[in-house]
């Protein structure tokens, strides 16, 4: 039966923050991009293909706060909508990443259209954005904690891309920027949520679930972009004789 106790709150961030090991900063096309070793072709294809999980972003949260029957939930949620969508003279996270696009020379009627964006990319985000249309929303605001392993990531990008792949704009770089700390604050709202929520043993359990199905989301999207945009392109050999 001890087996079967929950664990205290600080246990239970401690187990949930140890999912950290299979955020895809891990991934080893992530680690490639870290180290400077995506060509241009591979770059480009790894931000057309996560501008469809950012557009799909304030979509999940609408969801969230259209499940939630919380008032105070739903006032502090709706933040995270204009974060990405914008308001009067914020542009927000969408367009941000647009100028990202931009500045890694994607065409932006492409990016916009979503003409690059892969099968497999599309499958993981959707997967994702049912479950917080149809799961309780205190469980798709816990699918979100991915955010707490995000910040560390996006500092990568700031410190190495400016040097190892000096062909990008500046000003592209823009939407990391400011998603540090935007994702310090959601992090803290979407863990009060979950710690106060899952109090029985099976219920945290449950939490590590839904936290790690977010994680092979993002594992699964890097996975389709490396199987696309291969390190060394295999070679077409002509029909010519």
Request: aromatic letters at 10%; one cysteine or more.
């Amino acid at each position: 039966m001890s087996s079967n106790k929950p664990w205290n709150k600080k246990e239970f961030e401690a187990r949930l923050r140890a999912k950290g090991d299979r955020y895809h900063i891990h991934h080893p096309f992530n680690i490639a991009m870290r180290e400077g070793k995506l060509s241009r072709e591979q770059l480009r294809g790894w931000v057309a293909n996560r501008f469809y999980y950012q557009v799909c972003i304030p979509q999940k949260d609408a969801a969230v706060m259209a499940n939630c029957d919380d008032r105070e939930t739903r006032r502090r949620w709706v933040q995270r909508i204009l974060d990405h969508d914008g308001w009067e003279g914020n542009a927000g996270g969408i367009e941000a990443w647009g100028r990202l696009g931009e500045a890694v020379g994607i065409d932006k009627d492409k990016l916009w259209g979503q003409e690059l964006v892969l099968p497999g990319v599309r499958f993981a985000v959707d997967a994702y954005l049912n479950f917080a249309r149809r799961a309780p929303w205190q469980e798709a605001v816990c699918s979100s904690l991915t955010e707490m392993f995000a910040p560390e990531i996006h500092k990568q990008r700031l410190s190495n891309w400016p040097t190892d792949y000096k062909w990008v704009a500046p000003e592209g770089l823009n939407y990391f920027r400011s998603r540090i700390s935007l994702a310090q604050r959601d992090v803290e709202h979407g863990l009060e949520v979950t710690l106060n929520h899952f109090k029985t043993r099976a219920q945290q359990e449950r939490a590590l679930d839904i936290l790690q199905f977010k994680l092979d989301v993002l594992w699964s999207m890097s996975d389709a972009i490396a199987l696309a945009y291969p390190d060394k392109p295999a070679k077409v050999k002509s029909s010519k004789k």
